[in-house]
């Protein structure tokens, strides 16, 4: 059983998991809408992702005899100015997610929850990843440079980014 308020910030960092997958889809449909096909299917894989990192907490929160609850999200972001503002925000909102990761490892240790450390590691292992791949993405948009064929570069080379797991 989980400490009960080991169990609702838990649950809480469940929503945020779907929070994140309902924002990386609502921006995939913004790029298919202005024509960003690589990054359209960029964010859509990774939407799914965020949907695996809720399903994990999910399976957690319920094996530990404790019961997640879905509650209510708030609408994604919609409307975004240009691509690379879309992935300056992914990249921003990866670091909120890290932080609210520490925080709950940190909270387990106090707790002397050395389970649900355990089992947090995965979630560091792999913001500390999602961290580097957002950057990187941020990076592009420097390197190559967003005048003439530019946008169409680094919008193909996003979409060549897909990571296998
Ligand atoms: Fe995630
Ligand atoms: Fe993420």
Redesign the pocket.
């Known amino acids: 059983m989980l400490t009960e308020k080991l169990y609702m910030a838990m649950n809480e960092q469940m929503m945020l998991?779907f929070a994140?997958s309902n924002l990386y889809k609502s921006m995939a449909s913004w790029c298919e809408s202005k024509g960003f096909k690589g990054s359209a299917h960029f964010l859509n894989a990774h939407a799914k992702e965020?949907m695996e990192?809720m399903e994990k907490l999910f399976g957690y929160i319920n094996k530990t005899g404790n019961r997640a609850i879905l509650g209510t999200l708030e609408a994604p972001k919609a409307e975004f100015g240009t691509l690379r503002e879309v992935f300056e925000q992914t990249f921003k909102h990866e670091q909120l997610?890290t932080k609210q990761i520490f925080a709950l490892a940190d909270l387990s240790l106090e707790l002397k929850d050395f389970s649900t450390f355990s089992f947090l590691q995965w979630y560091t292992a792999?913001q500390h990843e999602e961290e580097a791949l957002f950057h990187e993405i941020i990076e592009k948009f420097d390197i190559i440079g967003e005048q003439g064929k530019g946008l169409f570069m680094i919008d193909k080379e996003i979409g060549n980014l897909l990571r296998k797991h």
């Open positions: 998991e994140s965020e990192h997610i792999e």
